[in-house]
């Protein structure tokens, strides 16, 4: 999961990371650095100030196909999207 230091993750997050969720999902992290960093970056290129914390707090909704994912948020105004997901991160389990 050495992708995540190129985010910002620091060796402490990622370690609260691997503890918050279990092996499944660990392993999908490992397996599928490309799909999550995909992701990452899209949901990141909206300038979301929290980015770190909705991927901790949401890690699943990353191993999302590209393409599905990308849908979820382009049903929406940008910038409420941004407010809203910055004011509650759980807003992403509702999307």
């Known amino acids: 999961m050495e992708y ?10 990622i370690n609260s990371l691997k503890s918050k969720y279990d092996k499944v999902d660990i392993e999908k992290l ?12 899209y949901l990141n290129s909206y300038g979301i100030n929290n980015m770190k914390v909705c991927f901790m707090n949401h890690v699943r909704m990353f191993f999302m196909n590209p393409d599905k994912f990308r849908n979820i948020f382009t049903k ?20």
Do not use: M
Request: proline letters at 2%; a negative charge; glycine letters at 2%.
């Open 30 to 41: 490992e397996s599928f650095p490309r799909l999550i960093k995909n992701n990452y970056q």
């Open 76 to 95: 929406y105004d940008r910038a409420d999207l941004v407010r809203c997901i910055e004011k509650n991160d759980a807003v992403l389990e509702k999307l």
């Open 4 to 13: 995540l230091f190129d985010f910002g993750f620091s060796l402490d997050e």
